[in-house]
T-cell receptor, first 114, second 110 residues
Framework: DAGITQSPRHKVTETGTPVTLRCHQT?????MYWYRQDPGHGLRLIHY???????DKGEVSDGYSVSRSKTEDFLLTLESATSSQTSVYFC?????????????FGPGTRLLVL | DQQVKQNSPSLSVQEGRISILNCDYT??????FLWYKKYPAEGPTFLIS?????DKNEDGRFTVFLNKSAKHLSLHIVPSQPGDSAVYFC?????????FGTGTSLTVIP
């Protein structure tokens, strides 16, 4: 257990509304990540953070923004949700595990955009 | 373009038999490979990993094999148990980011 929680766990929203998903970690990990999981695509990186106020884009960052004002919290915002953003969103942290740095995931947030 | 591929979306195996899940990758810069297991409504959980300097890593019933020349890795589960029924993702790292396959759904039949 990497001490990662996500909120909300489920959300239904309408097209055009803003949505913010929260990831909270309790073990002071420096690196945090947001992924989305879709059928036929596996897990795709949206944004990641390598420290407070330090973030960078991933593979599928369009339509998403992130913020990290505290080590323990990493927020993902959909400024204006679209139906194509219906997905399951996972937060992850990096920690030493196995042979080297390994990613550990939160429980996920299921988002439905109508 | 998918850099990590799992070409079998599903696999069914009898309890007690061996499960073999396969994964192919295209980027020769990948130096670390991992397998994750995912149950419905939960996040992926880390299962086992292997560095590119090795060709085999074993942890209990789980063994990962790496064939660098073929850019192929596989996960062997022996013996398979009903609780192993889940979606398995392979992943690869180039030291900067992790890249995930699309997953293989394993069903172990009692």
């Amino acid at each position: 257990d990497a001490g990662i929680t996500q909120s909300p766990r489920h959300k239904v929203t309408e097209t055009g509304t803003p949505v913010t998903l929260r990831c909270h970690q309790t073990e002071n990990h420096r690196y945090m990540y947001w992924y989305r999981q879709d059928p036929g695509h596996g897990l795709r990186l949206i944004h990641y953070s390598y420290g407070v106020k330090d973030t960078d884009k991933g593979e599928v960052s369009d339509g998403y923004s992130v913020s990290r004002s505290k080590t323990e919290d990493f927020l993902l915002t959909l400024e204006s949700a679209t139906s194509s953003q219906t997905s399951v969103y996972f937060c992850a942290i990096s920690a030493i595990g196995g042979v080297q740095e390994t990613q550990y995931f939160g429980p996920g947030t299921r988002l439905l955009v109508l | 373009d998918q850099q990590v591929k799992q070409n079998s979306p599903s696999l069914s195996v009898q309890e007690g038999r061996i499960s073999i899940l396969n994964c192919d990758y295209t980027n020769s810069m990948f130096d670390y490979f991992l397998w994750y297991k995912k149950y419905p409504a939960e996040g992926p959980t880390f299962l086992i990993s292997i560095s590119s300097i090795k060709d085999k890593n074993e942890d209990g019933r789980f063994t990962v094999f790496l064939n660098k020349s073929a850019k192929h890795l596989s996960l062997h589960i022996v013996p398979s148990q009903p609780g192993d029924s889940a979606v398995y993702f392979c992943a690869a790292s180039d030291g900067n980011q992790f890249y995930f396959g699309t997953g293989t759904s394993l069903t172990v039949i009692p």
